[in-house]
Structures are given as structure tokens and as C-alpha cells.
């Protein structure tokens, strides 16, 4: 035997007898740590399990509680919503709590609202990002029912440039200081939220019109150009411009008739004699032709003792008037020359 195997034969039965020691000193204790390793994964994964399947368990009360708040039942609803407080899993006990507080706004009730809010946000137990959340809904609810002092002691740690409800935080109290008339400090939180890329769509469409509102209130600048008068509304109806009538057509005259007699006195047919046939006071009867279809012609439309009707006088044009304008009256034109008094004229 060599040298080289008798040294490697030993050096193997030292170590046996090294780990044969180390074994019987540690092995028992190596074996009870792998026991309680494996005990407490088993546990882990068994209580994990069992949280979920709570969990579980409360998120469908809490959707029953949403479904009663949705059907129009804010007390059933607020009474589930309480027993899941008492004794709910994971973050639905909070989540139960910020519902109330929802609850109680729409009824009208922002005090009771904003205690639930509040009672949320206090709680060092509940997640951060719920806390931060219930103290922006307190927020907005003391816009109107608060002070600007009140919004800025729930938001104010809220609106650093690191924060992510900054621009919620920034509006609650921009809308405050706005509404308590510091329009300066409105208009500068606005303009964050206008100029931020980062601010929702909704945040910075109302930001922006709340500007235009604000500008819209602000004194004109000096030397604007005055308003044009605006017209006088108490003015009579009877000066009002009444819109000129359609121009009646212009009646076709007759051909003067052959022999036709002239009246008495010499002067023309009196042009404001009703189409009637019957003389005007003080004035010479005169002869009417017909203008429309009728029928009607000769002594049958002259009065008593008047000149005889004249035989070849041309008819008037049958051809009916525009709508709407008086029939046009068609007097024989008088000879030239002196005027001879018919026989039989009236004195």
C-alpha cells in the first residue's frame, strides 16, 4: 500500500467519525427546526387561506349593502354595512365605514358624513391610501358645509408635488378659497391644475372653468370701449315702423264711349264715390260699368234719371283682380270740348 492511499483512508474515517459526532450532538435539534418549519408553512398557507375566504365572505356582504343602497334602502343598508364593521376581514371594515359616510351625503347629512370620513382618516389602522382617500371626501363635502380652514387641515399634507391625490387635495381647496372670496389663492391653485400634464381630464376641464368663472367676475380694464345703448323697450306701438303695403295693381281704364254725356257742372267724376252707383251729395250722378262677370251692365246699375247707359262703352276686362286688393271702379272719361248737361239730369 502506498503512502497516498493510506493517508486518503484515513482522512475518510476521520471525517465519518467528525459528522457520526456532529450528528449525534445537533441532529435531533435539525430535526425538530425542519418540523417547525414545515408546521409553520403549513399554518401560513392555512391562515392565508382561511383571511381570503373571510375576505371573501365580507366582500359579499359588502356588495349586498351596495345593492340595499342602490335600491333606495340607506338605513338596511347602513345597518349591514355597521354589522360588517363589527366584524368584517381586510380592508372592508374601512371600506364599510367610507360607504356610510357616502350614505349619509346623499341624505343630506354632511356632518354625519364627515365624521365618518374623519373616523377613517384618524384610524392608524387602516391603509394609508384609504386614509388619505376618506380625508379628500371630507374635503369636499366641508367645501360647502365647512370652512377654508377645515379643508386645509385634512388636505393640506396632501398637496405636495410627491403626493397622488394631489390635484383632488389642490381643488378641495382652491373651491374653498374661492367660494370664501380669496380669488387670488383660487386662481393660482386652478392654474396648477390647468398647467399640470398630469391632473385627470375632469379635474382640469372644471380647474379651467372655474378660471373663466373667476376672469368673468373680475372689474373690466380700464379704457374699455362702453357698452352700445341698448333700445328703449317702453316705447308706444303706435311708433312702431309698420312695414310698407304691397302696391295694388293699377286698374285697366275703359276706352272712352262714343257720345257719352258729361255732368252738369262740368267737373270730373268724383274718383272717392263708392262703387255703388249712387251719386255723392251735391254731385252729379255718374255711370258705373261693371268690372267683374256678373251680368250686370247698362240701366241695370244706373240710378233713377240718370244719363242713359251708353251702347258701344267696351266692358271691362274679365280678368279678376290680385287677391287681396278692392276691385278697380272703370268711369267713362269725359269728351273734350264744353260740357253739354244731359237730358234728364238731376238738378
Known amino acids: 500500500m502506498s503512502d497516498d492511499s493510506f493517508i486518503r483512508e484515513v482522512n475518510e474515517e476521520l471525517r465519518q467519525d467528525k459528522v457520526q459526532e456532529a450528528w449525534s450532538k445537533f441532529g435531533r435539534w435539525l430535526l425538530i427546526g425542519v418540523a417547525i418549519l414545515l408546521v409553520a408553512t403549513a399554518a401560513y398557507v392555512g391562515w392565508d387561506r382561511y383571511q381570503a375566504a373571510q375576505a371573501n365572505v365580507s366582500g359579499d356582504r359588502y356588495l349586498v349593502a351596495l345593492d340595499l343602497a342602490a335600491a333606495g334602502q340607506p338605513d338596511e343598508a347602513v345597518a349591514a354595512l355597521e354589522a360588517l364593521i363589527a366584524d368584517g376581514h381586510g380592508a372592508y371594515p374601512d371600506l364599510a365605514r367610507m360607504r356610510i359616510g357616502s350614505i349619509r351625503e346623499a341624505q343630506g347629512q354632511p356632518q354625519e358624513a364627515v365624521a365618518a370620513f374623519d373616523a377613517v382618516a384618524g384610524d392608524s389602522s387602516a391603509p394609508q391610501p384609504i386614509r388619505d382617500m376618506a380625508a379628500v371626501r371630507a374635503a369636499y363635502i366641508l367645501v360647502d358645509s365647512g370652512t377654508v380652514d377645515d379643508v386645509r387641515a385634512r388636505v393640506e399634507?396632501?398637496?405636495?408635488?410627491?403626493?397622488?391625490?394631489?390635484?383632488?387635495?389642490?381643488?378641495?381647496?382652491?373651491?374653498?378659497?374661492?367660494?370664501?372670496?380669496?380669488?387670488?389663492?383660487?386662481?393660482?391653485?386652478?392654474?396648477?391644475?390647468?398647467?399640470?400634464?398630469?391632473?385627470?381630464?375632469?379635474?382640469?376641464?372644471?380647474?379651467?372653468?372655474?378660471?373663466?368663472?373667476?376672469?368673468?367676475?373680475?372689474?373690466?380694464?380700464?379704457?374699455?370701449?362702453?357698452?352700445?345703448?341698448?333700445?328703449?323697450?317702453?316705447?308706444?306701438?303706435?311708433?312702431?315702423?309698420?312695414?310698407?303695403?304691397?302696391?295694388?295693381?293699377?286698374?285697366?281704364?275703359?276706352?272712352?264711349?262714343?257720345?257719352?254725356?258729361?255732368?252738369e257742372n262740368g267737373l270730373a267724376p268724383d274718383t272717392a264715390t263708392p262703387a255703388t252707383g249712387m251719386p255723392a251729395a251735391g254731385a252729379a250722378p255718374t255711370v258705373t260699368l261693371p268690372t267683374t262677370d256678373l251680368g250686370l251692365g247698362g240701366a241695370d246699375v244706373l240710378p233713377s234719371g240718370a244719363a242713359p247707359a251708353v251702347e258701344d262703352a267696351a266692358p271691362a276686362s274679365d280678368t279678376p283682380e290680385p287677391s287681396g286688393t278692392p276691385p278697380a271702379v272703370s268711369e267713362p272719361a269725359a269728351p273734350a270740348g264744353d260740357p253739354v248737361a244731359p237730358q234728364g239730369t238731376v238738378n
Open 157 to 263: 399634507r396632501l398637496t405636495g408635488d410627491s403626493e397622488p391625490l394631489r390635484f383632488p387635495a389642490r381643488e378641495a381647496i382652491a373651491l374653498a378659497a374661492w367660494k370664501a372670496g380669496d380669488t387670488e389663492t383660487a386662481s393660482g391653485l386652478f392654474q396648477q391644475l390647468v398647467d399640470d400634464a398630469g391632473a385627470s381630464n375632469g379635474i382640469s376641464a372644471r380647474a379651467r372653468l372655474m378660471l373663466d368663472v373667476i376672469a368673468s367676475g373680475a372689474p373690466a380694464a380700464e379704457g374699455a370701449a362702453p357698452a352700445a345703448p341698448q333700445p328703449a323697450t317702453d316705447q308706444p306701438a303706435a311708433e312702431a315702423p309698420v312695414p310698407p303695403a304691397q302696391p295694388a295693381a293699377p286698374a285697366t281704364p275703359a276706352p272712352p264711349a262714343t257720345g257719352a254725356a258729361a255732368p
